[in-house]
């Protein structure tokens, strides 16, 4: 393992504002809003506060005050954040980020989580934090060879958690890290202790099932997300080679690409999605995809995920314990989700949306500490 700092050239941010700079803008109808994807004034004002106002290397000290080290696991370089509690007996945890996140995620979690006397909480309750970024994904990647899948990357994972001595620790994921969280609890769970996730897609069983209020509202979002949202999906698992060309060449396409998913991915409750998350965020998470030129395989997950027969074959239930964490945007239903995990822990939230970490990082912390206090 090696110690690891950020130090991008001059250079690549050179770059990045001349691509800036000379951007080719499309046009728009009028009066479609966010219907047909990023509104035009929207993204020109952002990509302009990006080109102006942004510093990235204000950004990039704050990421290198945190321990960072990789390693090479499986023929890939893994890049990874390891803060250790001042508690010694702290409980190991592994935060797993998913598309198109990043580590930056779970930055504002870091401090809650490894000294919580310091914020408020029980020191019983500290962890030791490892938060390692997908292989494929920022400074991860990218990949050279296919064949990552989420099995694979679990496998990894347990890996890098035994490299560290880590022989029993728990796993918390969202989004991409809800699928490689129980494939790390299926794989080891001599090791794993628990799983909580949040985002947590569940799947119709074929039998028939009488659902509450709430949980055909969250049907009938599956629907609207299969019919309305999933166009991004069903490109990068299916041609994200092609997608790659336009994202890796041009840094406006790339941020497009991501904030759209900020936008219907955060609490409905709010108009924009810096209202939900800080804009300078967005835009470092943005730079993450953009300055390690990974576009192409962060996207090559979801062609990994669409043809990985073992992916969408049923699988024996999980003997791990799991906690669920379901914010406003989350489409999980206990019932379908107990077919495959064992469920020991289950919570519901009016606020926060698919982003939990960066949104309501107060109620994912409280929520983490409630159910690994359970075990």
Same mark, same amino acid.
Do not use: C
């Given at each position: ?102 580590? &930056?995620?779970?930055?504002? =979690?870091? $401090? *809650? ?7 408020? #909480?029980?020191? +019983?309750? /500290? @962890? ?5 970024? &997908?292989?494929?994904?920022? =400074?991860? $990647? *990218? ?7 989420? #099995?694979?990357? +679990?496998? /990894? @994972? ?5 490299? &560290? ?21 299926? @794989? ?188």
């Amino acid at each position: 393992m090696e110690s690891f700092r950020i130090d991008v050239p001059q250079a690549d941010l050179d770059d990045l504002h001349r691509r800036l700079d000379a951007t080719r803008w499309p046009d728009e109808l009028p009066d479609v809003g966010w219907t047909r994807g990023v509104p035009l004034a929207y993204l020109t004002e952002l990509a302009d506060h990006w080109r102006h106002r942004y510093d990235w290397r204000a950004h990039e000290a704050r990421l290198n005050e945190i321990p960072q080290f990789t390693t090479e696991i499986d023929g890939t370089r893994v890049h990874f954040l390891h803060v250790r509690s001042a508690v010694e007996d702290a409980t190991p945890l592994v935060l797993i980020h998913g598309w198109p996140g990043s580590v &930056l995620e779970f930055l504002d =979690l870091i $401090g *809650p989580l490894t000294d919580p006397a310091a914020h408020g #909480g029980d020191p +019983a309750d /500290a @962890f030791h934090v490892v938060i390692p970024s &997908l292989p494929g994904y920022g =400074l991860s $990647g *990218p990949i050279r060879e296919a064949g990552w899948t989420d #099995g694979r990357v +679990a496998k /990894a @994972f347990t890996e890098l958690m035994a490299r &560290l001595g880590y022989e029993r620790y728990g796993v918390q994921g969202g989004d991409v890290g809800s699928f490689v969280a129980p494939e790390m609890g299926r @794989f080891a769970p001599e090791n794993v202790i628990g799983v909580h996730v949040n985002g947590l897609v569940t799947f119709p069983t074929g039998e028939e099932v009488s659902l509450t209020e709430r949980e055909q509202e969250r049907m009938a979002l599956f629907q609207r997300f299969q019919d309305d949202m999933s166009a991004y999906m069903q490109v990068q698992g299916t041609r994200p080679q092609t997608l790659a060309y336009s994202l890796t060449d041009s840094p406006t396409g790339q941020l497009a690409w991501i904030v759209e998913k900020f936008y219907e991915w955060t609490n409905p409750a709010v108009k924009l999605p810096e209202d939900a998350v800080d804009r300078d965020w967005l835009l470092t998470n943005v730079m993450l995809y953009w300055l390690t030129n990974t576009a192409r395989s962060s996207a090559n997950s979801y062609y990994e995920r669409f043809h990985d027969t073992s992916m969408w074959t049923p699988k024996e239930k999980s003997p791990v314990p799991t906690g669920v964490a379901v914010f406003t945007t989350d489409i999980s239903i206990r019932h379908f989700a107990e077919s495959g995990h064992t469920i020991t822990h289950w919570a519901e939230y009016e606020s926060g949306g698919h982003f939990a970490a960066l949104e309501t990082p107060d109620l994912l912390v409280a929520d983490v500490r409630e159910f690994f206090r359970s075990l």
